[in-house]
């Protein structure tokens, strides 16, 4: 929903536009690899209702393999309800619904489209043990793993860092896995040191507008990349 500022408490205010989207990180992830020439597998669950079937055929039109997006009837599609003001700030409940009940069993029967890919994403939107065991039969099949762990938890379990080849996290997830706030770039590179020392092959910092920070065990001279400059119309 669109309106020009946030609601108070108890308040009611008057939007000018209202739209029904599809996301979720890993699903928005999976459709910009598709976009880009990669075959991409989504391993997830959605809801036996409206926004579950829409959800479905939407990631089939976006030539996104469907075999292991199973549907439930136990709980609802997961959604988030934004709210968006004229300067583009935003408040944003998420209800995981459907996403929660994704379970090892899921996860077993897509170990063959698992141990096959050249790269495994996974991020915390799902069960985080579930996540984790993606991890490992990644790990164990020899595939790139990248993770972010997002949204975050301050007790993340060691073993997500020695089974991520690449840790990607924003600032704010950064100061919840670490307790160090990141500021600028020489907390960025502080950060990503600690990330390293946790396990991680390569750890990449997000900044927004000031880019992203990348170092790694390899290059342990930290690389920033900056950001191109741009209006934004809408964070989300």
Do not use: W
Not at 118 to 140: D, F, G, I, R, Y
Not at 162 to 167: G, N
Not at 184 to 189: G, I
């Amino acid at each position: 929903s669109f309106t020009t500022r946030l609601p108070r408490a108890g308040e009611t205010v008057l939007g000018h536009k209202f739209f029904v989207g599809f996301g979720g990180k890993g699903a928005n992830q999976c459709v910009q690899s598709a976009r880009l020439g990669a075959q991409t597998s989504l391993i997830c669950k959605v809801g036996k209702d409206s926004f579950g079937n829409d959800y479905v055929e939407n990631l089939k039109k976006n030539g996104i393999s469907t075999a292991f997006v199973g549907q439930t009837a136990d709980a609802a599609t997961g959604t988030a309800s934004i709210i968006v003001n004229s300067e583009g700030q935003n408040v944003i409940v998420i209800v995981p619904g459907a996403n929660l009940l994704l379970n090892f069993e899921d996860l077993k029967r897509a170990s063959d489209v698992i141990s096959k890919a050249k790269v495994v994403v996974c991020q915390l939107e799902v069960n985080p043990a579930v996540s984790l065991e993606a991890l490992k039969m990644a790990t164990a099949s020899g595939v790139k793993t990248l993770f972010n762990p997002a949204p975050a938890l301050a007790d993340l379990d060691p073993q997500f860092y020695t089974h991520s080849d690449i840790f990607c996290c924003n600032e704010t997830e950064a100061e919840i896995l670490t307790g160090t706030p990141v500021g600028n770039l020489e907390d960025a590179e502080k950060v990503g040191r600690m990330l390293l020392e946790r396990g991680c092959k390569l750890v990449i910092v997000t900044l927004g507008a000031e880019g992203c920070m990348m170092i790694s065990a390899e290059e342990p001279i930290p690389k920033h990349v900056p950001a191109g400059k741009v209006k934004a119309v809408d964070t989300t």
